[in-house]
């Protein structure tokens, strides 16, 4: 089942895609459709979670990383952004890069889970992409820098409920494959990194967990568009320059450096 | 003006104190009266605030932390907990510290704010005890094995909208004063952490930002009660033992280490 979030008159609403409709239901914590149906177009799709909390995996890359304790790191939920909306590059921040990831949101509670019953409190995967301020995030040990700009956390286009056991991942610029890569590369899987979260904290429904890159990432430079594929879905972002006031973020950024 | 989170038959209001009655309001964002009025009892006070993110002020605790870069930390917005309420220290998890902290609750969204008009999207401040597992913060770089288990940002008990210049700050542990300081005393202060925070994402209405702890931290136990006093405002919870399986953390406390 797909899952889809889109702007109605009475604001964003989640429905079930069906063919070339959404079915609307209740919210995404009561999938009980109220007989509302509206177009599936891309024009209406949003971001398909306004995520409470962003949870991303560190150093989930590869197999090696399994010598590593696990880490994560948290993103603003605002900075979700959907299907089609730009990525503003901030001015003066060096290297920003994609990174392509598949996505669990959480669907109940998670509490002290176990591998057995992990997976049980998601929801389902989407599409992800990790932007990542490469510079900044190695002068800022805690990687809010790095990590937290507005609109750095694209997701989309859909919820899809049937979560694989593997899933392809790959990564595109202008059309052109830069990655190809699947998520049994990833150094711990997804119930692993369930348990390793819900350990510190309760998973809320609507938390989204970026459960990292296992393949290569590519530059974003303002102009570029960007393709994240994961599992089917594929979300697609333009590259935009982020509407700064000149000298502010330069400022902070040697000051961090 | 004081500002109170309460519990209500229709679910948590916030409303103005007056006397010992709250005047509810509409909501956080438009302070208009609606006429009803509910008893200002500590039983029915809650987190005067459900932050979507909360900011945490790294290093920022004296003078001579001007020297580093800034830089900041996010705590799950749904970390909170209110006054009165208990704040559970999971088992072998090593030291868990308090720190008495000014928290800044912004009113209006605020990007790329200078020092001139940084404080002006500031609703007011609250008294935050920014509860930190020592062992694990030095053993997760990233801070959110550290930082971020529930219940580990006591919000309370009321916001008070006149921010002043400086604070006194005073922590407490079961009615004994072990710190004493002043706000100060940061390193950075409050227009400049909004400048700082406000470079990098835009802050939203109802986030809540830990200033940083200028006095000296104490240690939490079961058993004991912490008391956080800031400009006025004191924030008192008991400390508990959480209700945790038993393996499950120290399995990943080792993986950590």
């Known amino acids: 089942m797909l899952i889809a979030r889109v702007a109605t008159e009475r604001g964003p609403r989640h429905g079930i895609v069906d063919g070339d409709r959404v079915r609307l239901v ?6 009980t459709t109220t007989g509302e149906r509206v177009a599936f177009t891309s024009s209406t ?14 150093h989930n890359t590869g197999p090696s990383d399994r010598k590593l304790a696990p880490q994560a790191f948290l993103k603003p939920g605002h900075g979700a952004i959907g299907p089609g909306d730009p990525i503003p590059i901030p001015h003066g921040v060096g290297l920003v890069v994609a990174e392509a990831e598949l996505a669990l949101v959480i669907g109940r509670p998670a509490r002290h889970r176990t591998l057995a019953d992990a997976l049980a409190v998601v929801l389902g995967f989407t599409a992800a992409n990790d932007v990542t301020a490469r510079s900044l995030q190695a002068e800022d040990s805690l990687w809010l820098a790095g990590k937290g700009f ?17 899933a392809d991942i790959s990564l595109a610029i202008d059309g052109a494959t830069v990655s190809r890569a699947a998520t049994v590369e990833l150094a711990r899987g997804f119930a692993e990194i369930i348990v390793f979260l819900s350990s510190i904290t309760t998973l809320q429904p609507g938390d989204v967990i970026l459960t990292g890159a296992p ?7 303002p102009g570029r568009r960007v393709a994240v594929s994961v599992g ?5 972002n333009p590259v935009s320059a982020a509407p700064e006031p000149a000298g502010l973020l330069e400022h902070y950024r040697k000051a961090l450096s």
């Open 26 to 31: 209740r919210d995404l914590s009561d999938l």
């Open 45 to 58: 799709l949003l971001a398909p979670v306004q995520p409470g909390t962003i949870y991303g995996m560190a």
């Open 150 to 166: 507005d609109g750095f956390t694209p997701l989309g286009p859909v919820i899809d409920t049937d979560l694989p056991a593997d």
């Open 215 to 221: 393949g290569a990432d590519a530059e974003l430079r």
């Open 232 to 236: 089917g879905l594929t979300l697609i």
